[in-house]
């Protein structure tokens, strides 16, 4: 729906009756993205005030939950379906929807992304990401409910894309090694 793509977040486009057969007949109505279909996490208000690049005055008092789904546009929904919103009404872009992008923040707190994780492990084989995000956190510096998208700690996505950075460095390197030997295995036949 090419309609749905402008922002939704909009109380001249919010619902005023919601469906109640939708209600009735879905029992995962609410919790789940009304586009994707998956359940969303729930989020604190307090996440939604400090991401939106709009006037706060389209918030209203109901739950407002998270869409980690890749392919998807919505990045937060309320749980009346009334309401929507993508990348593009938000002052952050977000890691969920671009994880493969190394510009794109994983900590938001102390402002780490892939691409800086990638040079680390290039330069010096491992990364201490998690160890400096640990360190702050102790030294009560972090504020994820108002930084990250996700309004809770980026701890476990970044430990995730240091293991999985770290497991495609690893792949890339053993088929450099492969192609270089075989490269060497013909130079010797051709001698
Ligand atoms: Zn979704």
Do not use: W
């Not at 992008?101 to 938001?108: E, G, M, N």
């Not at 400096?132 to 998208?149: F, H, K, L």
């Amino acid at each position: 729906m090419a309609s749905s793509d402008r922002s939704t977040l909009d109380a001249t486009t919010c619902c005023i009756v919601p469906s109640i057969a939708n209600v009735s007949t879905n029992q995962s109505a609410g919790v789940t993205c009304p586009r994707c279909g998956v359940r969303g996490k729930r989020v604190d208000t307090q996440t939604i005030k400090a991401m939106l690049a709009l006037s706060l005055a389209v918030i209203r008092p109901v739950e407002y939950r998270f869409c980690r789904t890749v392919q998807c546009p919505i990045v937060y929904f309320s749980n009346d379906g009334c309401q929507t919103v993508t990348e593009r009404d938000l002052r952050e872009r977000v890691y969920q929807k671009h994880p493969d992008d190394d510009a794109v923040f994983v900590c938001y707190c102390f402002r780490h992304t892939l691409g800086a994780i990638r040079a680390e492990l290039r330069v010096s084989g491992v990364s201490t990401t998690v160890e400096c995000i640990n360190a702050s956190i102790v030294a009560g510096q972090c504020a994820c409910a108002i930084r990250n998208p996700q309004g809770n700690c980026c701890l476990g996505n970044v430990a995730a894309a240091v293991k999985r950075l770290a497991e495609e460095m690893k792949q890339a390197q053993v088929e450099m090694e492969s192609l270089t030997i075989g490269q060497e295995e013909r130079d010797d036949q051709s001698t």
